[in-house]
T-cell receptor, first 113, second 113 residues
Framework: DQQVKQNSPSLSVQEGRISILNCDYT??????FLWYKKYPAEGPTFLIS?????DKNEDGRFTVFLNKSAKHLSLHIVPSQPGDSAVYFC????????????FGQGTILTVHP | NAGVTQTPKFQVLKTGQSMTLQCAQD?????MYWYRQDPGMGLRLIYY???????DKGEVPNGYNVSRLNKREFSLRLESAAPSQTSVYFC????????????FGQGTRLTVV
């Protein structure tokens, strides 16, 4: 039972354009959502997060949107840069889970110059 | 700053052999975690330690044991390795409590032949 799903295995965009990565979840107890970025042969690094009491959080070129009624979140990267090419993981946790994360399968983003 | 350090980075085992993966963090975090990453599966939690002296099973604990040696160190042991345990293993740490992100090590690529 995959509680967090990223249905797009890959995404290809042109440099300067917007990248939109999507994530769906099924567990209504999740109240904190995170995006991680992972380069080959490295560990995941934290990118941006959002609490369930918000519907948007912005940090520079990165914005995360949360639609609780649809159990859907998305990560927008504007403008996309070649250095953004990586695997992006969506993750979720509950306030009682001691920081344990449930991850999606990941989306490979490729930004072409 | 070291952050989360894992050793070794690579390992090849024969079926039935045992080994211990080491993890240490220098961020004074209370909670530590072991995840495995398999193609198309995202990261899945093996075991976690909410605080020094406690450990609990995650989503995929079978075939593994853990030890929280002190606040800094959390080891993962494979008693009798199986080919199904071929994976990339990540250690992570975080502060306890909701709304905190986890910091990951660089990973250990383990192959069981």
């Amino acid at each position: 039972d995959q509680q967090v799903k990223q249905n797009s295995p890959s995404l290809s965009v042109q440099e300067g354009r917007i990248s939109i990565l999507n994530c769906d979840y099924t567990n209504s107890m999740f109240d904190y959502f995170l995006w991680y970025k992972k380069y080959p042969a490295e560990g995941p690094t934290f990118l941006i997060s959002i609490s369930s009491i918000k519907d948007k959080n912005e940090d520079g070129r990165f914005t995360v949107f949360l639609n609780k009624s649809a159990k859907h979140l998305s990560l927008h990267i504007v403008p996309s840069q070649p250095g953004d090419s990586a695997v992006y993981f969506c993750a979720a946790s509950t306030s009682t889970s001691y920081g344990k994360l449930t991850f999606g399968q990941g989306t490979i983003l490729t930004v072409h110059p | 700053n070291a952050g989360v350090t894992q050793t070794p980075k690579f390992q090849v085992l024969k079926t039935g052999q045992s080994m211990t993966l080491q993890c240490a963090q220098d961020m004074n975090h209370n909670s530590m975690y072991w995840y495995r990453q398999d193609p198309g599966m995202g990261l899945r939690l093996i075991y976690y330690s909410a605080s020094e002296g406690t450990t609990d099973k995650g989503e995929v604990p079978n075939g593994y044991n853990v030890s929280r040696l002190n606040k800094r160190e959390f080891s993962l042991r494979l008693e009798s390795a199986a080919p199904s345990q071929t994976s990339v293993y990540f250690c992570a740490s975080s502060n306890r409590g909701p709304g905190t992100e986890a910091f990951f090590g660089q990973g250990t690529r383990l192959t069981v032949v």
